[in-house]
């Protein structure tokens, strides 16, 4: 009597005597492990580790290929997004930013990504949107909500659907620049009723770091207001208005302006803020992926040599039997 072992991709299919009483079997399964794999059957657990690790890697190679995406874009947003502070940068000293001031129409303008994979900023934005909201709520006051991106929407209709007074997504499809950004802020003022206008989002400061920010510009009337009571409003009382122009209508302008130019920076700090934190988050699911990898790789070698072990015990247990 001859014993004849055929190995056909995973599977081995045992021929025994005929005298003995263990049973042919064929088994094909992804749910058995070593310990409950029937006799004469190779685990087919290398098998499945062999897709594990191929998947693994397959995951790997695109988390790269994103951290290198997105550290092309960064590169490209990053010095505009610098040069950009210089321009909101006067006005804050001119007219002020005051976002302690008491109005009864808050508008809050929330600035997120379109995209996922980018860590926590879209959340951080999100939740200060909501404590300013709270903040400012009362019952003389109105709060509305201007989102910027398809993350931030997605969280606040959840439960702020009826105070969502504009939604603009897919801003960062062409390449930013100031023309594309002012015509969004004429938009803007032009479907709202504001007294104060509270501009929310992520502040870049490095690859790894990133700071909730909020912008407040007021309107013009808010800002007479608080110039007549002695409020705190930079440095615009010191200079003297020359022209046919009112005071008004020089507010009104510098307003508009002023709204154009943070809400520019902002989105570009918020842009740079996204690639930053997605260059993280993909250099971490790659460091992991590595680990699994590692840890799949040896727990495949052990299973391989325990069934290389059992198949040579099988092999001489059948040649002593033979024997006797």
């Known amino acids: 009597m001859a014993m004849a ?25 992804t749910g058995f492990s070593e310990d409950d794999t029937p006799f004469g059957v190779r685990s087919i657990s290398t098998q499945i580790v062999r897709n594990r690790m191929k998947s693994v ?24 997004t610098e040069n950009s ?25 929330t600035i997120s990504s379109d995209k996922g994979l980018c860590g926590g900023i879209n959340s951080t934005s999100v939740k200060m949107s909501k404590g300013i909201h709270k903040l400012q709520s009362g019952p003389d ?3 509305k909500y201007v ?10 209709i959840r439960d702020s659907k009826k105070d969502i007074e504009m939604n603009i997504n897919e801003l960062q499809k062409l390449p930013l620049n ?56 930079g440095e615009l009382d010191a200079y003297e208005i020359e022209g046919g122009e009112t005071k008004g209508e020089i507010l009104q302008n510098l307003t508009e302006f002023q709204f154009s130019c ?30 699994m990898l590692d840890r799949l790789t040896i727990f495949y070698n052990r299973t391989r040599q325990a069934s290389i072990t059992t198949e040579l015990i099988e092999i001489i247990s059948g040649a002593s039997a033979l024997e006797d």
């Open 5 to 29: 072992a055929i190995r056909r991709e995973g599977r081995r299919f045992v021929t025994t005597p005929l005298i003995s009483t263990r049973p042919i079997a064929a088994v094909r399964s």
């Open 57 to 80: 890697k397959n995951i790997q190679k695109i988390t790269k290929a994103m951290k290198m995406v997105a550290a092309s874009k960064l590169r490209a947003v990053q010095t505009r």
């Open 85 to 109: 502070r210089g321009l909101w940068q006067p006005f804050t000293a001119l007219l002020g930013d005051t976002p302690t001031v008491d109005v009864k129409k808050n508008v809050i303008i």
């Open 141 to 143: 006051k109105e709060n």
């Open 147 to 156: 989102v910027v991106g398809e993350k931030a929407k997605a969280q606040l």
């Open 178 to 233: 100031y023309t594309q950004i002012s015509s969004l802020a004429d938009d803007i003022l032009k479907n709202v009723q504001y007294d104060a206008l509270r501009v929310v989002f992520n502040k870049f400061q490095s690859v790894v770091s990133f700071v909730p920010t909020v912008a407040t510009v007021l309107s013009p009337e808010i800002v007479e207001r608080e110039s007549e009571s002695g409020g705190k409003l």
């Open 262 to 291: 943070v809400m520019f920076n902002a989105v570009l700090e918020n842009a740079c803020s996204e690639q930053g934190a997605r260059m993280s988050a993909m250099d971490s699911s790659s460091r992991n992926a590595g680990e």
